[in-house]
Every structure is written in C-alpha cells, then in structure tokens.
Nanobody, 123 residues
Framework: VQLVESGGGSVQAGGSLTLSCAVS????????MAWFRQAPGKKREGVSA?????TTSGRFTISKDSAKNTLYLQMNDLTPEDSAVYYC????????????????????????WGKGTQVTISS
C-alpha cells in the first residue's frame, strides 16, 4: 500500500486548506484511514479518522472518493497551532481495533504511512 499526500502549503490564520492522499496498491474502502500531524519538537498526534462504514472522528472533516481511491482532509479556520507536517495513514480494517480511536495517543499502530505534506499557518 502506497500513500502520497498533497495539498499542503502556507495560508494565513482563518484560512482553509484541503489535503489529499492518493492510495495505491489497495482499495481505500477496505481500510481504516486517518490523518496525523507532527509539529517540530512535538509528539505526533491524530487529527481525524474515517472507518470503512463512513464513521468519522477528529477535529477536521475527513472524507474519501472511492472512485479515485483518494482520502481528503478539509481544514477550516486554521490557526498557527495547526502548522505541522500532515501524514496520511492506513490500517487494514479488522475487529481487533476501533478505527475511530486510532487518533488517540498510543491506541493503535497504523500499518502504512505517507511521507507527509507541510502545512504552515501564519498569523
């Protein structure tokens, strides 16, 4: 499974960005998908998650286009504290974990990761 993020950039506080994650080598509908972020000097944190049944969790709007095998993250009203490298992650869906909790610290190790895309919010 390969994940490639895009859509990062620099915007002013209060602005919006939409990140994309192109998935190859697997069908997005079979996976728990999530976005994480990591700012310099800080621990990686979960942002939003999307289960195979459409259930979502987290602070920003996560969605997918199954026809394009692509995951999205719509971020509105951004603040400088949202500046970070954003990563797309995937885990094969299964009964041994609950997708909505993968954004909680240390809950579950995602199987696949992208290389990240930088988001910078200026005040």
């Amino acid at each position: 499974v390969q994940l490639v993020e895009s859509g990062g950039g620099s915007v002013q506080a209060g602005g919006s960005l939409t990140l994309s994650c192109a998935v190859s080598g697997a069908r997005i509908g079979d996976y728990c998908m999530a976005w994480f972020r990591q700012a310099p000097g800080k621990k990686r944190e979960g942002v939003s998650a999307l289960d195979t049944d459409g259930t979502t969790s987290g602070r920003f709007t996560i969605s997918k286009d199954s026809a394009k095998n692509t995951l999205y993250l719509q971020m509105n009203d951004l603040t400088p504290e949202d500046s970070a490298v954003y990563y797309c992650a995937a885990a094969r869906s299964g009964s041994w974990f609950a997708c909505r909790y993968v954004i909680d610290d240390d809950y579950y190790d995602m199987d696949n990761w992208g290389k990240g895309t930088q988001v910078t919010i200026s005040s």
